[in-house]
Every structure is written in structure tokens, then in C-alpha cells.
């Protein structure tokens, strides 16, 4: 399925609000080459080095100043966004955070702050001040894992019934809104993912023990302006570093980034990468 071409009432700049890792800079790259003038707005500092390789300008503002976001959209006259890369939510909890009062004003607004619940205020108030919020995956739909192994090295069948089961938990934490990433072993959980991250819940699982599968899944209700679950060369990397032996992500649910890399790596360290096609 191929991205509508752009509406021609519209510019042509699109906005990439940048999280942390090498994925905005992939989407920044995957953006020019369908024509759009792209200008990254990231965090000051926290921007992956290399962006402004594929980047036509950057501008960044500083954490939890959202007045300062919205008066980059107002100058830069921004009509299109997309959002990528990791929004680290322990940022809220770090000491010394200057909150604007708009910023206040939102988190006032929320029950809780759970990821999703955060992100989609988020794109509420974009949406609410003219802001055409894209879904990611319209830049990049050909990056969707594909059903099937990728690998060299396929699961056994103590892996495949860990696979079947890391699903089934993977659905119920992302129903719960704690994170798209499990780790198992013998049909229990050793690592879930929350706050920490995707990495650090694969470390986590090497600690407790060698040989983890690794689930990462599509949210239930998930919205796919945000938050699409990404697995990249790091991810591999990681696996390796804490012995995992398998890493199943949602067919047509998540996006690889690196492709070839991670396979290569993965051959290389006798992982199964795969894609999988959730029926539960």
C-alpha cells in the first residue's frame, strides 16, 4: 500500500519530532526521498548525532517547555508532523524539570501517565492548533516486518511455544499500557517491559538467565501515530550482550529499521529473527 501523494493545498515541509535513536534519522531520510522539506524539532541535547545529514533545518527545545514546541510549529509554519524515536518518560522524574505553564496545564488534564495516555494528549493539542499528525508508518509501510523467519536459525519447538506464549503476554501488558516488550523462557515471563525500555528489559532477562525469547508486539487499540513498536541493529546487539536466542516481533506490526544488519548479527550470533502473525 503506498502513501497518498501529498495534498497539494498543503506544503510540502514536514515536521519529525524527534525522540532518541538512530530511528527519526531513517525516517528523516525516508521523508526527503518522498519529496517533503524536513525540519527535525528535538530536545535540546538529545538529538542522535548525524541528523543533520538528512535533515533541510533543526530546531530543538528544551524538555517539558511545550509553549517553546508550539512557537517552532508557528514560525517554521508547520502543517504536517510525524513523530519518531524513544520519548523517555523518566525524564518527567528527573530533578530540576522547569514545567511551562502549559506544560502544567496538560499534565492537570491527565489520569494517569501511562504512555499512551501522555502521547495522545500530545497529538490532541497539535491537532487542536491545525497540526496534521501522520501516522508513521505511511512514510515507511515497506519496513513492516514480514511473516516468517529471517534468519539462518529458526525456533525449535521449546521456542516456538515460547514465542506463542511471550504473544499472549505481550497482548495483555500492551492492553495494560506497560510496554510492547516481554522476555521468556520455558513459558515464563522473565523481563517486562515498562519505563525502562526495550533494551534494558532484554539486559534484565539476561541477567535472570541465557537463551530468552524476546516478544515485542503491537499494543491492542494501538495508535499508530506514535509509539510503533522499532527494532533495530541495537536491539540485536543487545541480544547478544545478554545471550537471548530469539527475537519475535508482530508481522505487519513493527517496523525494522537496518534490516540487513540485524540479520547479519544475528546470523552471526546463531539468533532466530522473525516475524510472526498473531492470530490470539
Known amino acids: 500500500m ?28 525516508a521523508a526527503r526521498t518522498k519529496g517533503f522539506e524536513v525540519v527535525v524539532i528535538g530536545l535540546e541535547g538529545r538529538l542522535e548525532p548525524g541528523m543533520e545529514k538528512f535533515a533541510d533545518k533543526i530546531r530543538t527545545f528544551r524538555f517539558a517547555r511545550f509553549s517553546d514546541l508550539l512557537g517552532i510549529l508557528e514560525a517554521e509554519k508547520i502543517e504536517r508532523m510525524v513523530m519518531a524515536g524513544k520519548a523517555d518518560k523518566r525524564w518527567l522524574y528527573q530533578p530540576g524539570v522547569e514545567f511551562d ?16 495516555t501522555l502521547m495522545s494528549l500530545i497529538v490532541r493539542e497539535l491537532e487542536s492548533r491545525g497540526i496534521q499528525i501522520l501516522e508513521t508508518i505511511d512514510l515507511i509501510r515497506e519496513w513492516l516486518a514480514p511473516e516468517g523467519p529471517l534468519t539462518r536459525q529458526k ?23 506497560l510496554g510492547q516488550t516481554v522476555a521468556v523462557l520455558d513459558r515464563a515471563v522473565l523481563a517486562v517491559e515498562a519505563i525502562e525500555g526495550t533494551d534494558l528489559c532484554i539486559l534484565r532477562a539476561g541477567q535472570m538467565s541465557p537463551g530468552a525469547v524476546i516478544v515485542k508486539a503491537l499494543k491492542p487499540g494501538q495508535s499508530l501515530k506514535f509509539d510503533v513498536p522499532v527494532a533495530g541493529l541495537s536491539t540485536v546487539q543487545t541480544m547478544v550482550q545478554a545471550q537471548a536466542k530469539v527475537l519475535a516481533v508482530e508481522a505487519g506490526g513493527c517496523l525494522l529499521v537496518e534490516r540487513e544488519e540485524m540479520v547479519k548479527l544475528a546470523d552471526s550470533n546463531g539468533i532466530c529473527l522473525m516475524g510472526v502473525r498473531y492470530q490470539g
Request: charged fraction near 35%; hydrophobic fraction near 40%; proline fraction near 6%.
Open 155 to 177: 525456533p525449535d519447538a521449546k521456542q516456538s511455544a515460547d514465542i506463542e506464549f511471550g504473544f499472549r503476554i505481550a497482548k495483555e501488558i500492551g492492553r495494560l499500557d
Open 2 to 29: 503506498k502513501m497518498a501523494d501529498p495534498d497539494k493545498s498543503k506544503s510540502k515541509t514536514l515536521a519529525l519530532l524527534a525522540g532518541a535513536g538512530r530511528f527519526p534519522i531513517y525516517l528523516a531520510e
Open 101 to 116: 505553564d502549559l506544560a502544567l496545564a496538560m499534565l492537570k488534564k491527565l489520569p494517569d501517565r501511562k504512555d499512551d
